[in-house]
Every structure is written in C-alpha cells, then in structure tokens.
C-alpha cells in the first residue's frame, strides 16, 4: 500500500509518486487533488493501481490522476496514461468495461420558474420515454446489418435516421464518429447484446437529470454554450451498455496469453495491453472504437426521446420547450492523439478512465465556436448535489494530456451505501429540495446516494486551481431519473 | 455470505464495484461457490418449479482463466435467457470444465453484474484448501 509519505507534495493541488518508488514504475504518477482530497483516497488502493498503471510498456511525461479518483480494477478510476504510438501498448483495462462511457449536456430556453409546476409531468415522461434499468432493452431493436452501421457511423447514422441534428453532432466529440472501427473484429457475443440495447441508459451510477442554471462564473463561455442562469439543462450520464462490456470482456481475456507471448510483465493481469502496432492492438483498437460509436449512437437515441419528453410535457405550456446540444463527451476511452512531451511532439494513445477530455482553446477537433473557449468539461455531481460545466484550459494541454476529471468520485462502497441509507428516506430527503426522482431502485438508489461520493465542488476547486479545468457554471439538479 | 467452513462466500467491501472472497477444498468447489456468491450479490431469485439444465465446457490456460471464463458464461446465459443456476455438477479437465447446471428462469434481480475481472485475481492455496478474491464490474 502506497502510504502518503512516499508522495511528494509539488504545490497545493498536486503531488507526485516518483518513479523510483517501485523498481517497476517506467514512469512517475502526479496526482492532481488537495491534501483533503489526497487523504480520502489514501484509504483504499487507488494510489497503488496507479503505481501499478505506471508500469505499462510505452509511456511517456506521467500517468495522471484526476482529484475524483477512486479505487478501481486494474487501471485506477480517474486515471490518465499515455503511450507512444505505434510501439506502445494498448490497455482495455485502462479504459474500462463501459467504453465511452460519457455525458451529454442539453440547454434550453426554459425559466424554471415556468416549469416548476410541471416537473412531476416531466420526470414521469422522460422515465417512460427513455428505458433504464437491469437488462433493459429499448424500442430501437437493430438488424445485424444496422448494428454494422452503427459500429461504423455512431451518432451520424443517428443523423440519417432522423434522430439527431447538424447542431448536435457539431457540438459532440469527434463529431459522434470515430473514424477507424472495425466491425469485424467484434464478437457475435457482442454484437447479439448491442441489438436491442441502443437508446437505453442502463443501471448503475446511469442517470438522466434535469438541472437548473445555479450560478454562472464565466459569462462569456456561458453565453458561447448556451447557458443562462435560471434555465433548465438535461444530462444524460451513460455509455455502450453491454457491447461495450462485452467487447472489454473478450479482449481482456484474449490479451491474457498475449502478454505471454510479447514477454510484458504486469503487476495486475486486468492491465493486461498489447502493443498498438500488433496484430492483437489494432483488433482491439478497432473493436474499442466500434463501441464508442455505439455509445455516441446510444447517448444520441435517449437525447430524442429525451426531447420527445420535453415536447410531451412542456410543449404550448412554456414559451420554447426545444433543447440544444451543449456538448457531448467520453470519460472512459483511448484516443491516438498527438501532444507535447518533454518538448517534442509525439503521438499517443490517451487513455481516460474516468478521465474527461479537456481539450482548451485552439486545439484540433473542436467546433469554430469552442475553439475560442476551449471545449466543454461536463462534471457530473453525484445525485442531488450540483454538476458542473467547466472548459478545458491551456494548462489541460501541457500537463495533463488535455484532460480532466469526470466527476465527484465515489468514497463509500456500494453494499456500505445500502447500510446507511435507505432508498425511501432519500427520495423523501430529495423531495424537500425539489428534486424529484424516478428510480427503478430503491436499493439501487442508495447506492448511489450522496454520502457516497466526495465533494463535487472540491473537486472542481481543484481542477481549477490546478489550471487543468475552469470553471463555466454550477448546475443544480430538479430531476432525477435512475434505473 | 459464508455456507459452511471448507466451502463458501463473502462480501468485501471495494469503494466502486463489488468484491466477493470465495473459499472451498478445491478448484471445482471454488467455482461453484463464486457462482454462488453471484447469484447472491445480484439478489437473484428463481422461478419455482420450472427447472431447467445446462451443460457448458469452459477451456482457459489457467484457473484464474477458468474462473473467471466460467462466472462470465453464466453472466451471459443470464443477460440473453434470463436463466440461473442454484445446483453445479462440475468436472474438471486438462484446461477446462465441464459442467452440468440446474437451475430456473430468474422471477427478480436486485442488481446487475456488468463484468467479471481479473483485478488482482490468484487462486491461492490455503491449510483448508484454495481461495480467491474476485472483483465485479458493476
């Protein structure tokens, strides 16, 4: 157990593991938290998982760590690492079983003071119109032919099958697509659990809220995304359901007997890697980059019947009920991108796990508007607390591989949850602060409840003290819908 | 939690997924009794009365492998057919296991298992017999 006297303190808001703390470490960690913040991991083995990320063949400047780090399997959640492309290895731990796990943020036009009377309405309509919960299958079932087309074109099949705009997907990562899927390295498997799972959200730590514009701290931004004070947002929290699982699954299995034959020794089998330029790198990469599209399709879907919700509820009852897109992100992926290391400029595989792309302004892929402000860090709060929309910074770029964290980071475990809250209670509790919830769960519900997860607000004091995030403005949320 | 002494499951608490430590005299017994330990991590009852069987063959290079390829099966008969086992006759060969299952249609679920991971997964050997520490992605 890394205890924190082998952690350097570098300034406030970051520490450092250097790389000779364990003989196998190829590089230092940094980690990005305050003291507070840093105690609170201390107590489970998120720091050792990052020592052990840091032992993956490949990389290069520092694997990071984000302030809402948690204990994960393997690779650390809240973890940043990156490896030199094409020699350098591919982790499908290190991104994590529900690939491209990510948020969408919508805005409106809304005043909640005009909506508040119909939040029951709307919370019912949008639980009936957007599937969630254990094994849920949604109304999209594919053909294997469409399924293929979804692997290849993500949101953008969305686009030609009326599910989606122009503005939406110029306002999503990689513009919903990432060029380079290869459906042919995905499993039946896989491909028999993706066929009616698109446009559902799933169970878990999933959501769908509804939030309220609480405070704005860059105007500017603001007013670039679409964002006012006292307006209403929709997120949606969710990621490639059980395709993406699965195609984790196989590979991580596949890449056990791999590693034996390219001779990589690894402190932790669920960090099992192949090299990027290997037989074995590229099926992953091509399969990993299927299941991103899936998710940007999938997060797509529920943002229409999300609006058919809001038409449903709202529409000739508020003066403009429609939603636009803010922005669309991943927080679990690998991405070959290319950045500054030590001064020269080298091509790497990022990989995020828990992590957000922070891109800040001027750097490639983002739309003409966001190139002036940076790219929109959409930070989930835990249920009932606040979320929050921040923009990726210069100093992103040039120390933290261009990311961010993801959100508040879990500190209770789930059974411990399920002890000290009760489902029921916290509906109650949520109702007394205007928050109206749609749960598929009473247990699953107290998994998820407050008490266990960390200080959101923390955290994003600390990305934005750190100079890797800064904040845009503090959404508050009115409903909740959970599987 | 725990059935009987040489044999049986825990809860151990893990701050984002699930863990389960899983004991029994050998490596047939350890995969039953994981099997159990998920059953009852996901609050998964059975229909009564209409039993049905399976028979499967999981291969692996090692008993990790095994273990973790054989709970994954199960995790996917249950995802596609919405079916699960509470009576295992096992068998065990050279990188395999064969395996006879009972069990019924699932009537409720508490939780979903999303994955079965190899995070600091060792079978290891114990004075009673062998033991394990398994972590869900949930």
Partial sequence: ?483 | MATTSMAGFEEIEHTADWSLRVWAPDLAGLLEQAARGMLNLSGIRLVEGKRQQRELTVESTDAEGLLVNFLGELLHILEQEGLAFDEYELTLAENAVRAKLHGAPVMARKEEIKGVTYHDLRIEQKSTGLEALIVFDV
Avoid at chain 1, 219 to 240: D, F, K, N
Wanted: net charge neutral.
């Fill in chain 1, 1 to 483: 157990m890394v205890a924190l006297s082998d952690v350097k303190q570098i300034s406030e808001v970051e520490w450092e593991i250097p790389s000779a703390y364990r003989a196998d470490m190829r590089v230092p960690v940094r980690i990005f938290a305050t003291r507070h913040l840093l105690e609170a991991i201390a107590g489970d083995k998120s720091l050792e998982q990052a020592v052990n990320a840091a032992t993956l063949p490949g990389l290069v400047g520092r694997v990071l760590v984000m302030p809402d780090m948690h204990q994960g399997y393997g690779f650390p959640i809240g973890g940043v690492a990156a490896t030199e492309y094409p020699k350098g290895v591919i982790s499908p731990g290190a991104i994590g079983y529900d690939i491209n796990c990510g948020v969408r943020l919508l805005g409106s036009r809304i005043e909640l003071d005009e909506a508040t009377a119909l939040l029951d309405e709307l919370s019912a309509a949008l639980d009936r119109h957007c599937p969630s919960g254990v094994g849920k299958s949604g109304q999209h079932h594919l053909s294997h032919k469409e399924l293929e087309q979804v692997m290849r074109e993500g949101a953008q099949w969305a686009l030609k099958k009326g599910f989606a705009t122009e503005a939406d997907l110029n306002r999503t990562e990689e513009f919903g697509c990432i060029p380079g899927a290869e459906p042919g390295y995905v499993s039946q498997r896989a491909r028999t659990r993706g066929l009616d799972q698109l446009g559902t959200l799933g169970a878990g730590n999933h959501f769908i809220e509804v939030d309220v514009v609480d405070e704005v701290f860059d105007e500017g931004a603001a007013q670039v995304m679409g964002l006012q004070e006292g307006r209403l947002t929709l997120m949606i929290h969710c990621g490639s359901r059980g395709f993406g699982h699965q195609i984790c699954t196989d590979y991580v299995s596949s890449f056990q007997s791999a590693v034996r034959r390219f001779g990589i020794v690894l402190p932790d089998r669920e960090l099992v890697c192949a090299p990027m330029d290997s037989a074995e790198g590229k099926a992953y990469m091509g399969a990993m980059r299927a299941a991103a599209n899936f998710a940007f399709a999938n997060r797509q879907l529920l943002a229409y019947h999300a609006r058919q919700a809001f038409e449903e509820s709202l529409a000739g009852r508020v003066k403009h009920w429609q939603l636009h897109q803010i922005y669309d992100i991943a927080h679990n992926m690998g991405k070959l991108e290319t950045h500054s290391v030590d001064g020269r400029k080298v091509k790497v595989c990022v990989h995020r796990k828990g992590a957000t792309r922070a891109f800040g302004p001027g750097a490639p892929g983002l739309p003409p508007e966001y190139k002036k402000i940076g790219q929109p860090v959409l930070v989930p709060g835990s249920m009932g607390t606040a979320s929050w929309v921040l923009a990726g910074t210069e100093g992103s770029m040039q120390r933290s591989f261009g990311s961010s964290c993801h959100g508040a980071g879990r500190t209770m475990s789930r059974s411990k949850a399920k002890k000290v809250v009760r489902g029921q209670d916290l509906i109650r509790e949520l109702a007394a602060k205007g928050i109206h919830v749609q749960a598929g769960s009473l247990p699953g519900l107290a998994e998820e409840a407050p008490q266990a997860y960390k200080d959101v607000d923390a955290v994003v004091e600390t990305v934005d003290r750190a100079g890797i995030a800064h904040k845009v403005a503090r959404l508050r949320p009115v409903v909740v819908v959970k599987g």
